[in-house]
């Protein structure tokens, strides 16, 4: 789908684009008695591959449409919960939130620009590219990586300005998101269509040149989220202007653990040097003040304490590291 959003035909690319605004929008089809059908977050996460469609104004209004009524729909369902006592609040925080709040489109919208062979890479060069990439001039590979960050950083715009502008002034979800962000940023992109194929033994050792072409994928993958993490931070921090935007966040924020494996090279699993202290360890019965400049230093706390894995295939929470399994939390669409 993301292909055909894409396609070298802009008729193609118009149609496939305007359908997603009728989904977005429970219009025509999406409409079931009298009432529009909520999408899966996974195609709320085509959104960005619209941004260059000349069909993007209606795609963006459509989207816009979707996350208020969203919002609407989660506020009727945690006064619900909040009747129904502990056990509906605590399936709330680890389900159904996960389908309901629009902001958990973005692990499905990142993951799918980490597979975009046309996503720029942290390595300074265009992802996917093969080795005649050596032999283009130096001023026309540095043209084309230039348009490819432009791309992607239009591409993140698209996703993010709609989840922050829909909350208007006084946003409070921008603290949510750069949590979200460097919860990702701590895992490695799967290669989903390897992942859900099974092969025999003796298929797989006769197939090795598929596998470590999967393989490949999945490191360019990383590569091109390294860039995409540090340009998600880049838009998100363009949003903040006053302290109440970046509101702490309540809850447990989770990633799907279907799209993400554990990371331990990344960016965000580095050591945090604190400001008081020159060591890497963290002080004692202190943590960093939430305020614009925490989140703008180059080397901010990224709470990497507070990651912890739930169920076997759903999703992966930053609470805590704890060894301990909890219920089997699936998001379905």
């Known amino acids: 789908?993301?292909?055909?959003?894409?396609?070298?035909?802009?008729?193609?690319r118009d149609a496939v684009a305007e359908e997603l605004s009728f989904m977005l929008?429970?219009?025509?089809k999406y409409r079931h008695s009298g009432v529009g059908s909520a999408?899966?977050?996974?195609?709320?996460?085509?959104?960005p591959l619209c941004a260059e469609s000349r069909k993007a104004a209606k795609v963006k209004a459509s989207m816009m449409q979707c996350i208020s009524s969203l919002r609407g729909s989660i506020a009727t369902c945690q006064a619900q919960v909040r009747a129904m006592g502990k056990a509906a609040e605590k399936n709330f925080e680890n389900n159904l939130k996960m389908k309901l709040m629009p902001e958990y489109c973005v692990p499905y919208a990142l993951h799918l620009l980490a597979f975009r062979h046309e996503t720029a890479s942290a390595a300074g060069t265009l992802a996917g590219e093969d080795d005649s990439d050596a032999e283009m001039e130096a001023d026309e590979l540095a043209q084309s990586e230039e348009a490819s960050e432009k791309r992607l950083k239009k591409r993140l715009k698209f996703l993010f300005d709609p989840l922050i502008q829909s909350l208007g002034e006084r946003a409070d979800n921008?603290?949510?998101?750069?949590?979200?962000?460097?919860?990702?940023?701590k895992f490695s992109p799967v290669d989903v269509m390897k992942s859900s194929t099974k092969f025999s033994s003796l298929e797989t050792s006769l197939d090795d040149d598929s596998e470590t072409e999967a393989d490949n994928e999945e490191k360019e993958a990383a590569a091109r989220m390294k860039i995409i993490y540090q340009f998600a931070r880049e838009v998100l921090l363009s949003h903040v202007k006053k302290d109440f935007n970046l509101t702490v966040y309540p809850g447990s924020i989770q990633v799907p653990a279907a799209l993400y494996s554990r990371n331990q090279s990344s960016p965000a699993n580095a050591p945090i040097r604190y400001e008081s202290d020159d060591s890497f360890e963290r002080p004692e019965n202190k943590r960093p003040k939430k305020s614009i400049s925490h989140y703008v230093s180059k080397n901010q706390d990224m709470e990497s304490d507070e990651d912890k894995s739930v169920g076997d295939d759903d999703s992966v929470d930053d609470k805590s590291i704890d060894d301990k399994s909890v219920e089997d939390k699936s998001i379905e669409e």
Do not use: T
């Open 174 to 185: 921008i603290s949510f998101l750069l949590r979200m962000i460097d919860q990702i940023g």
């Open 1 to 12: 789908l993301s292909n055909v959003l894409l396609d070298e035909e802009a008729p193609v």
């Open 25 to 28: 929008s429970g219009i025509g």
């Open 39 to 47: 999408p899966s977050m996974r195609f709320i996460a085509f959104v």
